[in-house]
Structures are given as structure tokens and as C-alpha cells.
């Protein structure tokens, strides 16, 4: 994934150490806006240079303790505009139980790379309908498969470092809280605006999305900085096919889910 220096996303020093997201890129696209920060400057504060010190020393202990299986990922952490502020210059909160419910434990949820999609529509939208997640780099370790509504706080043994609800096909990866502020790092805010009006398109009978249709094209766009073009390619496809009308909007979520992602991560 390429990297935008500062300079080139337009974010001043002020900006930067304040954690604010004035100083973003904004491309305004022709159904949305879209914005990204650069918030790994790992010197620009204190706590961000701490945070960025520590996330590699875990990398290091990670890799001694498990080799080749210290599973660096890519994941999206969906929140409120002004959490994800705090997040950016203090670190993640850990002192309550998380927003969506704690439903696999008590940790940080992070939403893996194939399910995107799934946390920017579960971001809440700020005052101008901007919806905000933060790339982060995620050090798994070893993971273990917790059923809902467990009420786990801590790896159930030495053989595990943090959880998944599912090996097979996770959609959800814990990070237990004590370990959150050294396993998880900050990459990038994206900021976006995903346009609810309807496209003509009747939605899907049942027990389906019940918001009118959402246009994805500024989504997609959005992904094809972070995917791999193999993946890319299958859901440009998937969604040409839901504008020709061979596909319902249910049935392009559903295969959407399903499409694979195989893109190495650079960090740090």
C-alpha cells in the first residue's frame, strides 16, 4: 500500500498534532466525498512516538515467540468522529465495554481487510454525513476462536494472543485491552460520505438492509487504495452486474463478503 507523506495529504503541523482532520485531502467525487489522513506520523507527539516504539517492540517479541506466525494484519476500527480524534492523539480507550456490544469479550474489535464494507456502513456519521474508520496495522500472534457472548478478558492460555469470532471466516478480530495499545497501530483515517439515495432499485423483501439503496461507487474507489486489483477486479465486476440489473443489492452484499483478499501489508 502506498504511503502518503504529510506534506502531500496537506496536513499542517498544527493539524497534525491536534489530531484534527482539517488539513485531510478531500477529493469530492461525483456522489460522495471521500477523505484520508496520515496519522502514523510516529514523532509528531508523544504518545503518538510511545504508541509507535511499542507496537514495534510487540512486533519483535511477537515474531521471537511465535516465528513466521506473528499474523501482521491490515484491519478497520469504525468510530464517532471525536473518539477517533482522541484515538489518534491518546491511544485507544480500553476503560469501558466496546461500542458494539462485547458480544466475543472484552477487547478492541477490529473489522479484517475482506469486510471493509462492513465497517464503514457500521461508522457513525458526523454532522456533515461523514463516516470515519481508521486503518490500522494489527499484530495477532496466535488466535483462538471465541463463541458470542463470552465473557473472555484475557487469552484462555499461553498458546493464544488474541481471538477471531471465527477461524474459518472471521469477521471480527479481538484484541484483548491490555494489549490493545501495543498491538494495534494507527495508519489512516478514511473519511467518507456514502450517498442513501435511491437509485431506482426496489430493495429486498424480508429480513434484508433495511436503508434504501446505497450507491458504492465512491466505496469501491475508496478500497482500491487498500485491495488488491485481484480483488478489486471481482467487485468491479459484482457491482457492474447490479447495474445491468443481474444482481439484487442483497445478493452484491452477500458476494461482496465472500470476495477473498490476499494484499500484503507495509507499515510502519
Not at 6 to 23: R, Y
Not at 35 to 56: G, K, M, N, V, Y
Not at 150 to 174: E, L
Not at 212 to 228: A, E, G, Q, V, Y
Amino acid at each position: 500500500m502506498e504511503k502518503k507523506s504529510n506534506e502531500g495529504n496537506g496536513l499542517s503541523k498544527s493539524d497534525d498534532a491536534a489530531g484534527g482532520f482539517g488539513g485531510q485531502r478531500n477529493v469530492q467525487g461525483q456522489r460522495g466525498e471521500r477523505r484520508i489522513h496520515h496519522c502514523a506520523a510516529q514523532h509528531s507527539t508523544p504518545t503518538r512516538r510511545s504508541c509507535w516504539e511499542a507496537f514495534h517492540d510487540q512486533l519483535k517479541a511477537t515474531q521471537q515467540k511465535r516465528g513466521e506466525h506473528q499474523n501482521d494484519k491490515a484491519a478497520f476500527y469504525e468510530a464517532p468522529k471525536e473518539k477517533v480524534i482522541r484515538t489518534i492523539t491518546d491511544g485507544f480507550d480500553v476503560s469501558g465495554a466496546p461500542e458494539d456490544g462485547g458480544h466475543f469479550g472484552l477487547g478492541l474489535y477490529l473489522t479484517p481487510e475482506p469486510f471493509a464494507i462492513n465497517s464503514v456502513m457500521s461508522a457513525t456519521a458526523d454532522e456533515r454525513g461523514l463516516r470515519h474508520v481508521l486503518l490500522c496495522r494489527v499484530i495477532l500472534g496466535a488466535v483462538e476462536e471465541v463463541v458470542r457472548g463470552s465473557r473472555q478478558s484475557q487469552p484462555s492460555s499461553h498458546s493464544f494472543d488474541s481471538a477471531v469470532d471465527n477461524q474459518n471466516t472471521p469477521t471480527r478480530y479481538i484484541v484483548w485491552y491490555p494489549d490493545a495499545q501495543t498491538r494495534v497501530l494507527p495508519l489512516y483515517v478514511l473519511s467518507i460520505k456514502v450517498d442513501f439515495r435511491t437509485r431506482g432499485l426496489s430493495k429486498e423483501p424480508g429480513s434484508g438492509p433495511t436503508s434504501p439503496w446505497t450507491c458504492i461507487k465512491d466505496l469501491i474507489s475508496m478500497l482500491s487504495r487498500i485491495l488488491p486489483r485481484s480483488s478489486m477486479c471481482q467487485i468491479r465486476k459484482l457491482h457492474n452486474e447490479l447495474m445491468e440489473r443481474k444482481t439484487t443489492r442483497l445478493q452484491l452484499v452477500r458476494r461482496i463478503r465472500r470476495v477473498p483478499t490476499s494484499a500484503g501489508f507495509a507499515g510502519g
